[in-house]
């Protein structure tokens, strides 16, 4: 990466840690893995097909297989706010990093930008725009681009929210959106996961292939500069960066760190800088659903969803399991940490939430100067 762009990362997050409500203590360093059971939620029947925590860990975005989506607070008390509005099952959701706006993909090929708060749309992506299945749907670039894979392209969307509406002509959409770059994968395969950083600026896109393959993108230039054949043995349904988040700010060297999963194939940890797979996790079960695999925002836990009812943590130097998380009535495909506080959110294939916290509680700061914003090392 380059030098400014971990700069302004360092910078941002020293800015949001410290503009918080709480500070979280020494959370990079000594905190253990979430082990403990402590809320379960049953949200429907249909299927949780996407999870993810807002940026200050406030919210949860849970895009379900009725095609709806819910909208929680962290702490899963209360009644949801419901969205509709798509035919098929919810397959992306996520937040722009403003939190202003969070969006949401489905398999009905579009793809919908919702102001917070509002209970309509303020941008629907479909018809030509989206010619094929959406495989991922995410802003990128500090919130400058919609990324979105359809088929075997990359689309770049610049965009521009306006949610006011004409009281006669409701329909008509006032924001703008415009094609901005068009990237196809190097062997026309469709591409079935993607993953960028939107928290600070990175010209760096990875996706992979229907043809097994990863391949590392460059936005700046505009071509696939590294590509991995064979990765895996059937193709990647789920690739996790270590993105980090504002409260555990980790070494420049560990965003160079991101994993893939597949089915039958377990999680594979790969490392840009030397552009191989550095360690496997193969003790859960994954024969056939495409479960999610997330890493830690300080870097040194990884979970995975697994078919035998459970979540399996691993610490990131051993391919040995920590913990193997039970009290799920179902396969576990989504799981997410929360990335203010030591917590993991699980979604099954039943419809029901999880929320696993560390054995030995939590410690908490009201006061910024018991903040320790210390560079901890890199995880190998």
Request: hydrophobic share 35%.
């Amino acid at each position: 990466m380059l030098i400014q762009e971990l700069i302004i990362h360092f910078l941002m997050c020293v800015l949001c840690v410290f503009t918080r409500g709480y500070i979280l203590r020494d959370y990079p360093i000594d905190s253990s893995a979430p082990s403990v059971h402590q809320q379960q939620l049953s949200v429907t029947n249909a299927t949780v097909c996407s999870l993810q925590y807002s940026g200050d860990g406030k919210q949860i975005l849970c895009g379900l297989g009725d095609s709806s989506v819910f909208l929680y607070k962290s702490n899963l008390t209360g009644s949801p706010a419901v969205y509709t509005g798509h035919d098929s099952a919810v397959s992306s959701v996520g937040w722009s990093h403003c939190r202003q706006w969070w969006l949401s993909a489905s398999k009905d090929r579009t793809l919908r930008v919702w102001p917070s708060g509002s209970s309509e749309p303020a941008i629907t992506l479909s018809g030509d725009m989206l010619s094929h299945p959406i495989s991922g749907a995410q802003f990128y670039y500090l919130d400058k681009f919609l990324l979105v894979a359809c088929g075997d392209s990359l689309h770049l969307y610049l965009y521009h929210v306006d949610h006011t509406h004409d009281d006669i002509k409701r329909y008509k959409q006032r924001s703008i959106v415009k094609l901005a770059g068009r990237f196809k994968t190097t062997s026309a395969t469709d591409i079935t996961a993607l993953s960028a950083i939107n928290d600070f600026f990175s010209h760096v896109v990875l996706q992979c292939g229907a043809d097994r393959s990863i391949q590392v993108l460059d936005v700046n230039q505009g071509r696939v500069v590294s590509e991995w054949p064979d990765a895996h043995s059937r193709a990647i349904h789920c690739i996790a960066q270590n993105k980090g988040s504002a409260f555990a700010t980790q070494s420049p060297d560990s965003h160079n760190l991101f994993l893939t999963s597949a089915v039958t194939d377990g999680v594979k940890l790969w490392d840009l800088r030397t552009r191989r797979c550095v360690r496997r996790y193969e003790n859960h079960l994954n024969r056939c659903h495409a479960c999610d695999v997330a890493m830690s925002p300080c870097g040194r836990f990884i979970a995975s969803g697994s078919e035998d009812n459970c979540v399996y943590m691993y610490d990131i130097r051993s391919s040995k399991y920590l913990h193997k998380l039970h009290r799920h009535s179902d396969t576990v495909l989504r799981v997410a940490f929360n990335p203010a506080t030591p917590e993991l959110l699980t979604g099954t294939l039943d419809g029901r939430l999880g929320v696993f916290r560390p054995g030995g509680g939590l410690r908490l700061s009201p006061d910024p100067s018991g903040a320790q914003c210390g560079l901890p090392t890199s995880p190998l």
